[in-house]
T-cell receptor, first 117, second 118 residues
Framework: DQQVKQNSPSLSVQEGRISILNCDYT??????FLWYKKYPAEGPTFLIS?????DKNEDGRFTVFLNKSAKHLSLHIVPSQPGDSAVYFC????????????????FGKGTKLSVKP | DTGVSQDPRHKITKRGQNVTFRCDPI?????LYWYRQTLGQGPEFLTY????????KSRLLSDRFSAERPKGSFSTLEIQRTEQGDSAMYLC????????????????FGNGTRLTVT
């Protein structure tokens, strides 16, 4: 079973506060995770990633945390800005039968973030 | 870097008609992927190419769907005898993979072709 789950369809946050987007996965063989951001009428844009050998990766206002024992990752945005309002997708490369990956990504359903001024 | 380009942006067709979409990947990228996205869902994998070779097809890709990448550059996705259930956003993505160390290269997506079947 290879699934990536985002159980919160939407999140509303005040500008300047922290946004926390959550993602769970089912397969402990996943070894790399990515977050994409999508604006309406545009394709998803890569935001940040994390390898399973790390538990944190930071890039400016964006930090991703990985908890392998819980099969859970989260994206923190601090401080949140109105321009961050978008749909955020969590993704992981699909695992082939022999354990490798072809780079094809499995996506969650996304969380729509609204940052209010 | 001109990004991934998809054409057309929108397509409205009647049920039963055939449609073809085009994707131009980032020029140095050897991998090209097709995804489909419906409302409230994340992108779902359809198929991918490494250079001109189609290496995998999803079970979502019924026999009415065919994809090609004849010279390892642009790709086309054709849907024959369209059905209303084919209405979706069709996304193309590309990446560069030259060895094991680069298999985690992020996919770069185009802005998609929105198909409406009436």
């Amino acid at each position: 079973d290879q699934q990536v789950k985002q159980n919160s369809p939407s999140l509303s946050v005040q500008e300047g506060r922290i946004s926390i987007l959550n993602c769970d996965y089912t397969n402990s063989m996943f070894d790399y995770f990515l977050w994409y951001k999508k604006y309406p009428a545009e394709g998803p844009t890569f935001l940040i990633s994390i390898s399973s050998i790390k538990d944190k990766n930071e890039d400016g206002r964006f930090t991703v945390f990985l908890n392998k024992s819980a099969k859970h990752l989260s994206l923190h945005i601090v401080p949140s800005q109105p321009g961050d309002s978008a749909v955020y997708f969590c993704a992981a490369p699909a695992i082939l039968n022999y354990g490798g990956s072809q780079g094809n990504l499995i996506f969650g359903k996304g969380t729509k973030l609204s940052v209010k001024p | 870097d001109t990004g991934v380009s998809q054409d057309p942006r929108h397509k409205i067709t009647k049920r039963g008609q055939n449609v073809t979409f085009r994707c131009d990947p980032i020029s140095e990228h050897n991998r090209l992927y097709w995804y489909r996205q419906t409302l409230g869902q994340g992108p779902e994998f359809l198929t991918y190419f490494q250079n001109e070779a189609q290496l995998e097809k999803s079970r979502l890709l019924s026999d009415r769907f065919s994809a090609e990448r004849p010279k390892g550059s642009f790709s086309t996705l054709e849907i024959q005898r369209t059905e209303q259930g084919d209405s979706a956003m069709y996304l193309c993505a590309s990446s560069q993979r030259t060895g094991i160390e680069s298999y985690n290269s992020p996919l770069h997506f185009g802005n998609g072709t929105r198909l409406t079947v009436t």
